[in-house]
Every structure is written in structure tokens, then in C-alpha cells.
């Protein structure tokens, strides 16, 4: 505390204080406030608890501020304590929930025993932020040269820091976009930091194609499941009665697995295989049909 004159006063209980008065009353002056915080608005990170303590004082000799909050619902907070007196103390809380995210407004009012009573309220904003790298992007079927958008699913992030898989720099901000030249599965993850709260990262595998291997619109309806696979395919088809071709090829697109005669239903070992990215082609006399596997 400075004091009046811009200078140190030397008086350290005021320091990081506010105070509230109303003086409108002649007759009894209504209590007033004095809170350890210098604004209005109290940040809680998703799972943390914040305390926050008041005292309010009676100016008149003798008087007994008794205090009560309103919490106007919000969900995770309440009273630890609340002592009647002169001086009145009293601590809320409030727990960082899924619930209560956003802004609230939170009020407590002094209330004297003068005559007449005299109340004083003060208002103050709780924002529960929740830190949230989780993301999207677009296209969701990449091939190689696609621009792809990586958009944050919050926009309450103070910093948002990418790292695209492919040895690329990162980049910041909420939406970013990058491209790539090589086909293959990239781990990319979405870092956040935000004031007063933990860092958090959230990633997601995606698969890069060569040009020309997506899903194909053709007459033959078939397709290989599960996708990923740990091993084992089996061949789905709408044609029960036909035999199919499946070439199963590397991202180099060398060819790694070919099987004739398969039919519908039938059971495809690919446990040989590397873990990574394959494609397929599933073809008959009537059409074809590529697509994408993924070997876990």
C-alpha cells in the first residue's frame, strides 16, 4: 500500500485488500467489505477448489454483522464458514466441475443489528475454465498435398501449440492448417496452456494417402472390417455368389498380399504384415473397389 501521497506507506495489512462502503445511511452506517482479491472475477481451473474469505465490519461500536451468500444454483460450491461478530467472517468455496463451467455471478450480503438495519452486498464473478486440447480436422480422408484445418475444440485456451507428426515446426493458434507430402499414419497432438491451470495434450492418429487410393464410388459394393485390424479381415459383399481378388499394397505401393477366389464372409490373414498403413483392392468381373487398412 502507497498511501495518499504515491509514496510506501508501510502499512502491509492493506496489501492485495479491497474494501466496499456505502455511506448513503445517516442514522447507521451498513457494514462493510473487505475481501483478499483485487478484482471482481475468480478463475478456477476444471478440478481445482478455490476458497475465498471476506470480512465485513460493522462501523458502529458494538453491532453484530451476521453474512449470507447466494449462489443463484451453481452446482460445486458452498459455505466452509460463516462467524457473526464484529468483525463477521465468513469463506465460500467453489470446486472446478463439468457442471458449473462458464461465468457465474456469486452474492453476499452483510446484514447489521443497528437500528434500522443496515445490509451491504457485494457481487463477484466465478469463471470455471476447463482446459480442453481436444481437437477436430478436416478433411477427415487425407491424401497427399490436402490442406488440412486442425480446429481446437475450445476457445477458452490461452495457448495452443501443434505438432503434426511429420518432423514439420510447430504452430499456434486455436485453427491451423498444414499439409503434407508423405503418406503414412502421424500422431498429432494439440497442446494447451492456460493461466493458473495444468498443461494438457490431445492426440489423435491420423493416415495420409497416396493420391488416387480412396474409397472408390463403383458398382461393387465390398469392403474389408474390422478397421484397424489386429490381423484378421473378413470380406463383406452385397454379391453372395461371386469370388473376389484382394491386393493388399505398402504406402511405397508395392503389392504385399493377393488372394483369388475369396468370397464373402471369408476370413483374410494379414497377421504377417507390419503394423502401418495398407490399401486394398477388391475386384471381380463386375467393378472394383480401394480403400484403406490399418494394421494396429
Keep these: 500500500y502507497f498511501g495518499p501521497y504515491g509514496g510506501p506507506g508501510g502499512i502491509d495489512f ?11 445511511s445517516s442514522s447507521n452506517i451498513s457494514p462493510f467489505v473487505k475481501y483478499s482479491e483485487l478484482c471482481d472475477t475468480f478463475e478456477i481451473c476444471m478440478g481445482d477448489t478455490t476458497a475465498i474469505e471476506f470480512e465485513f465490519y460493522s462501523p458502529e461500536a458494538g453491532q453484530v454483522t451476521t453474512s449470507a451468500f447466494n449462489f443463484y444454483g451453481l452446482t460445486g460450491c458452498g459455505v466452509l464458514q460463516n462467524i ?10 467453489v470446486i472446478g466441475q463439468t457442471g458449473n463451467l462458464g461465468y457465474h455471478t ?13 445490509s451491504f452486498a457485494v457481487s463477484f464473478v466465478i469463471y470455471v475454465k476447463n482446459v480442453d486440447a481436444t481437437f477436430t480436422y478436416s478433411p477427415t480422408t487425407i491424401q497427399i498435398g490436402d490442406t488440412v484445418t486442425y480446429t481446437a475444440n475450445s476457445t477458452d485456451n490461452d495457448v495452443d501449440i501443434w505438432y503434426f507428426g511429420d518432423g514439420s515446426p510447430l504452430d499456434s493458434g486455436l485453427s491451423v492448417t498444414h499439409t503434407y507430402v508423405i503418406s503414412s499414419l502421424f500422431n498429432v497432438r494439440h497442446t494447451v496452456r492456460n493461466s493458473h491451470c495444468l498443461q494438457v495434450t490431445s492426440q489423435q492418429q491420423i493416415s495420409v494417402l497416396p493420391v488416387g487410393v480412396s474409397e472408390l464410388n463403383s458398382s461393387l459394393n465390398a469392403s474389408l472390417s474390422p478397421n484397424p485390424t489386429n490381423g484378421i479381415l473378413v470380406l463383406t459383399a452385397l454379391d453372395l455368389s461371386s469370388n473376389f481378388t484382394i491386393q493388399i499394397s505398402d504406402v511405397q505401393g508395392r503389392i504385399v498380399f493377393e488372394r483369388n477366389n475369396v468370397r464373402t464372409n ?29 494394421k494396429e
Design 14 to 24: 492493506l496489501d492485495n485488500q479491497s474494501y466496499s462502503f456505502d455511506l448513503c
Design 84 to 93: 457473526p461478530g464484529n468483525v463477521a467472517t465468513a469463506t465460500a468455496y
Design 106 to 118: 456469486i452474492d453476499v450480503t452483510a446484514t447489521d443489528n443497528g437500528i434500522p438495519q443496515q
Design 266 to 294: 471369408e476370413q483374410i490373414d494379414i497377421n504377417e504384415l507390419e503394423k502401418g498403413i495398407y490399401f486394398y483392392r477388391i475386384s471381380n468381373d463386375k467393378g472394383e473397389r480401394k480403400g484403406q487398412v490399418i
